[in-house]
Structure formats: structure tokens, C-alpha cells
């Protein structure tokens, strides 16, 4: 998937998503692929999904991020 927006613009997105599930943001995943998501491709919300279950944060079954 195409995202037209910049990176500052997806970051920005990224981390009001990220704050909705760990009040924290996107400094407090020390990863370093958020510009390679970007790249890809993810939407934000996509990002932190993958950021978050590869932090080992578990989903409930029915939920979905979009």
C-alpha cells in the first residue's frame, strides 16, 4: 500500500495511535524500523500493531486494529 504522506506526517500518526494502547509513544519502542515500515508501506496503524506484537503484546482474538 502506497502512503502519501511524508515520514514526519506517518510518525506523527504512528505515535497517536501507539499512545492509545501504552501511553507512551513511539520513543518507547527501541526499534529502529519505523523508516522501514514506512518504506513498505504500513499505515501507521499497521506499524504499531507490528511494533506492539513484537513487544509480545497480546490482541484479543476479535480485536482489529485496521
Given at each position: 500500500m502506497r502512503i502519501d504522506m511524508n515520514f514526519e506526517?506517518?510518525?506523527k500518526e504512528v505515535n497517536e495511535?501507539?499512545?492509545r494502547f501504552d501511553n507512551k509513544g513511539a520513543?518507547?519502542?527501541s526499534q529502529k524500523n519505523w523508516h522501514i515500515w514506512y518504506v513498505e508501506g504500513y499505515?501507521?496503524?499497521q506499524a504499531v500493531e507490528?511494533?506492539?506484537m513484537n513487544r509480545g503484546f497480546s490482541?484479543?482474538?476479535h480485536y482489529y486494529l485496521g
Open positions: 506526517r506517518w510518525m495511535d501507539l499512545l520513543e518507547s519502542i499505515t501507521p496503524m507490528t511494533a506492539l490482541f484479543d482474538d
